[in-house]
């Protein structure tokens, strides 16, 4: 069986920025507190009435363009986003008519920031099996769209923006080499969007309760999401028999600075090799792992051959790991 291999990137992030100098006229808080918390100094938030598919559809594009891939080779997509533009059709649905994807399969992946890890390793899976020669993976979030601005624990944190990767067998020994999957659902209470599903459909109540946007438990997901990150990463090296000194590059989730360092002092990883660039976007979701892949090559800081390291973890909880030689 041929590994999956990354053929194509693409990247977008909608053009508004809102920096924590804007967020100190909306809520009480400061642009010194913020980057202490988190890490962040601005973030792109989409504009009344841009859809999660649209910037889907935007990093696609290039994705394909840079891969050399026409929109009617491709065989399946899979989009992961918390933030769809409706109960359905799928937003992956939208994102195959727009993209003029006429024979393709889709289906979106529901596993909130995860979402990145998860569709890279079901898309991988289509083409090791030998099922699909081309598969679009997506990672895309309007959470701004879901964000309560008046709640600072969130509103400082989560953004918007797209990734995609066009996965086509391997000719060689490159290619998404191995992929992890966890999820543990006694975490659900830490990070969730009540209402608007079946649980609480939207009402007049739901509404007023300010239901309908995200809540976390800021201090409880740190503790959890520290351990997920160290636990599956080593684990993933060990079973491929390779050391934090093998891996070129750590991208991790973009969800907070601190926790990222906490990680990687956890697994003993050297921050000059990880890509870090959640004081430009915030916290994207499952748009963050592409986006941060498609910014480490085009930076250059990903040549042929390198081993890559890539880990998210997402509300529920969700979380997973790949590795890739590049």
Known sequence: ??????????????????????????????????????????????????????????????????????????????????TGDMAFPTTANLVQHRLGCRTAGSADVYAACSGSIYSLSIGAQYIQTGKYRTVLAIGAETLSKITDFTDRGTCILLADAAGAAVLRPADDSSGILDTDLYSDGQYWELLYQPGGGSRYPASHETVDKRMH?????????????????????????????????????????????????????????????????????????????????????????????????????GGGFTWGTALIRW
């Open 213 to 313: 946007y995200a809540k976390m438990k800021g201090n409880e997901v740190f503790k959890v999401a520290v351990r997920m990150f160290g636990d599956s990463a080593a684990r993933i090296l060990e079973r491929n028999g390779f050391t934090t000194d093998d891996i070129s590059l750590f991208i991790p989730h973009q969800a907070n600075l601190r926790i990222i360092e906490a990680a990687v002092k956890r697994l003993k990883f050297p921050m000059e090799r990880v890509l870090v660039n959640i004081d430009r976007y915030g916290n994207t979701g499952a748009a963050s792992i592409y986006v941060a892949l498609e910014e480490a090559w085009s930076l250059g800081r990903v040549k042929p051959g390198d081993l890559l390291l890539l880990a998210a973890f």
């Open 1 to 82: 069986m041929s590994l999956a291999k990354i053929v194509g990137l693409g990247a977008y992030a909608p053009k508004r920025i809102l920096t924590n100098k804007d967020l100190e006229r909306m809520i009480e808080t400061s642009d010194e507190w913020i980057v202490q918390r988190t890490g962040i100094r601005e973030r792109h938030i989409a504009e009344e009435g841009e859809a999660t598919s649209d910037l889907a559809v935007r990093a696609a594009q290039q994705a394909l363009e840079r891969a050399g891939v026409e929109p009617e080779e491709v065989d399946f997509i899979i989009v992961g986003t918390t």
